[in-house]
């Protein structure tokens, strides 16, 4: 009988251990991803990015949603991001810290690197010694936009000064000078894992530095040595970038130039086995992408992360893009080989509110102004983040009346009432349905003209059109 107790202390005891040690791997750690700061130094002077002139008593002490971030949100913002939690293990930043002028030739180079300047400083101070992987956007260069596919002052600069500690060899020093990019090993989450950032503005739609050139700054080869010597290695990768490919939602923009959407779009098909998740910004929207392997098995997720700024885009038709809360947001990752996304938190500033309440910049009153929006695995009811499960989140959203769709469109625009009090009609749902499920411009353009909503769906023009896309899409398909 005391044999069978002994025996079953041990048994219990060896239970216990099991659960302690299955618990001490099941503990996520976690890193932020803030994005698109624009920061207007102007806000309370001259308004240089304000779309309509603010009074002076109507100036929110965080911000207006027609104007870029003054500094009081963006320190907010950063400050936020340590008093909410424990220290981060690491941080992607993924660029476009200067406002949008109305004036563009407003800001010259020097301003755009003293403004880099002051948003690394701010979190090189608020996170000391915690690595920091940096993504260059579109407006972070003079003239805006003409990121070149070479080396200049800019990217010399801001690897072998700014962000020198940052990218921490040699080798990502000399890549990042001759075209904003660089690739280096995360020792902080464990031995086989790499972040590799690319300067997707190369690809941007409105750079004209690129035009006609097959490969701008040797990227495409370099990305494609980099995934597959990672692959050759095991290890999985980050891929951290600002501009994303695709289409944005509700608008219908394609952000890259086409022959270059395809070639970084085969990129992610022929590494989705490697690449853990893509991280981007630019869009202000929170929202994601989905990306099939060319394996037939492997899933991929780009995260597309909201905005710091509140600034609603000026349009060329005249007309303003959506208003948008301020975003920062928190992803959890497992700590064991091989890494998943688990989960999401996104936090956010209801402008609006926090904009009545005053309080003391740095203050615990001041970064509690910032709350939790959601959570993307209760939010969307999926076990993490993986592309795996943000194709069921998809499944979900296809179906009729979804509340999860409902719970997308409202982070979509970080819970702005100018936006989500308008509802999503059949349309609407698909305008944002068709760019997740396809970042292909031909297979996301044929979605749109299939959606079921679509009155046009049985006529004869529509099916024309249909006829054409596919036309289209072969003809290209056989270009590439
Ligand atoms: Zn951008």
């Known amino acids: 009988m005391g044999h069978r107790i002994i025996q079953r202390d041990t048994v219990l005891a060896s239970l216990c251990l099991l659960v302690v040690l299955s618990t001490a791997v099941a503990i996520d750690d976690y890193f932020w991803?803030?994005?698109?700061?624009?920061?207007?130094?102007?806000?309370?002077?001259s308004q240089d990015s304000c779309n309509d002139v603010i009074a002076a008593d109507k100036l929110g002490q965080y911000g207006d949603f027609e104007c870029d971030a003054p500094w009081r949100l963006c320190r907010s913002a950063v400050e936020s991001m340590r008093l909410?939690?424990?220290?981060?293990?690491?941080?992607?930043?993924?660029?476009?810290?200067?406002?949008?002028?109305?004036?563009?030739?407003?800001?010259?180079?020097?301003?755009?690197?003293?403004?880099?300047?002051?948003?690394?400083?701010?979190?090189?101070?608020t996170f000391p010694g915690v690595p920091v992987y940096v993504a260059l956007g579109n407006h972070d260069y003079r003239p805006d936009?003409?990121?070149?596919?070479?080396?200049?002052?800019?990217?010399?600069?801001?690897?072998?000064?700014?962000?020198?500690?940052w990218l921490g060899s040699i080798e990502a020093i000399e890549t990042f000078s001759r075209g904003g990019y660089y690739t280096k090993l995360m020792p902080e989450i464990g031995q086989k894992v790499r972040a590799v950032i690319a300067n997707t503005n190369l690809y941007y739609y409105r750079n004209n530095e690129t035009t006609g050139l097959a490969d701008p700054a040797g990227q495409f080869d370099w990305m494609n040595r980099t995934l597959r010597m990672a692959r050759d290695n095991g290890e999985q990768v980050h891929l951290i970038i600002h501009v994303p490919p695709g289409v944005m939602e509700m608008e219908g923009w394609k952000w890259f130039k086409e022959d270059y959407n395809r070639k970084f779009l085969w990129i992610l098909r022929t590494y989705a086995d490697v690449i853990l998740a893509v991280y981007a910004g630019h869009q202000h929207q929170d929202t994601f992408r989905l990306i099939e392997g060319l394996d037939g098995i492997s899933k991929l997720g780009i995260l597309i992360a909201p905005a710091v700024t509140p600034w609603r885009a000026r349009l060329s038709t005249g007309g303003r893009g959506p208003a948008h809360n301020p975003g920062i947001r928190r992803l959890y990752y497992n700590t064991s080989y091989p890494y998943t996304v688990v989960d999401i938190e996104q936090y956010y500033l209801p402008l609006t509110e926090a904009n009545r309440i005053i309080t003391d910049p740095g203050s615990t009153t001041e970064a509690q102004a910032w709350k939790l929006l959601y959570r993307y695995r209760n939010s969307y009811n999926i076990p993490d983040v993986s592309g795996n499960s943000l194709y069921r989140a998809l499944s979900?959203?296809?179906?009729?009346?979804?509340?999860?769709?409902?719970?997308?469109?409202?982070?979509?625009?970080?819970?702005?009432t100018h936006h989500s009090n308008v509802p999503c009609d059949c349309v609407c749902k698909y305008s944002h349905l068709c760019p997740i499920e396809h970042v292909d411009y031909g297979a996301s353009d044929t979605c749109s003209v299939q959606a079921p909503c679509k009155a046009a769906y049985t006529t004869i023009g529509y099916r024309l059109v249909v006829s054409l896309l596919a036309l289209v899409e072969i003809v290209l398909h056989f270009k590439l």
């Open 33 to 45: 991803h803030v994005t698109d700061l624009h920061y207007d130094p102007t806000y309370l002077t």
């Open 396 to 416: 979900a959203f296809k179906t009729r009346d979804s509340a999860q769709f409902q719970s997308y469109y409202t982070y979509n625009s970080v819970a702005s």
């Open 145 to 165: 936009n003409q990121l070149p596919p070479h080396n200049c002052n800019l990217y010399n600069v801001t690897a072998r000064t700014l962000w020198f500690d």
């Open 84 to 125: 909410i939690g424990p220290q981060p293990r690491f941080i992607i930043w993924t660029g476009d810290t200067p406002a949008h002028p109305k004036i563009v030739d407003s800001i010259n180079e020097t301003d755009v690197l003293n403004l880099l300047a002051n948003a690394t400083q701010l979190i090189k101070q």
